[in-house]
């Protein structure tokens, strides 16, 4: 059974910092893109940032608005991806997401993700 859990989500001021975790299980981790996604209130769910296996080169892709300021990383010993969110911005809220999909060019569409997280809760107040 394929598990994603994420970790490391809470309250933080603006131009604080918080590292989001993600640890898989039930899947061959190295094998798959990750991806972080977000969804605010009354918003859609929009794309974060991904990570392209090793084998495929390990590329990153992030949204523009987090561009500078975040960094998605992969440990494949580890099972575990990671979101390191500095300079964070009170549009920064929402709900972070996990997702795991096979090997794509196109990371930024929740379509190319078969498996996700129930996600942590990021708030940044201004």
């Known amino acids: 059974q394929v598990q994603l859990v994420e970790s490391g989500g809470g309250l933080v001021q603006a131009g604080g910092s918080l590292r989001l975790s993600c640890a898989a299980s039930?899947?061959?981790?190295?094998?798959?893109?990750m991806a972080w996604f977000r969804q605010a209130p009354g918003k859609e769910r929009e794309f974060v940032a991904a990570?392209?296996?090793?084998?495929?080169?390990?590329?990153?892709d992030y949204t523009d608005s987090v561009k500078g300021r975040f960094t998605i990383s992969r440990d494949n010993a580890k099972n575990t991806v990671y979101l390191q969110m500095n300079s964070l911005k009170p549009e920064d809220t929402a709900v972070y997401y996990c997702a795991a999909g096979e090997p794509t060019y196109f990371t930024s569409r929740s379509q190319s993700y078969d498996r996700w997280g129930q996600g942590t809760q990021v708030t940044v107040s201004s």
């Open positions: 990570v392209r296996t090793l084998r495929s080169g390990g590329r990153t």
């Open positions: 039930g899947l061959t981790f190295s094998r798959y893109v």
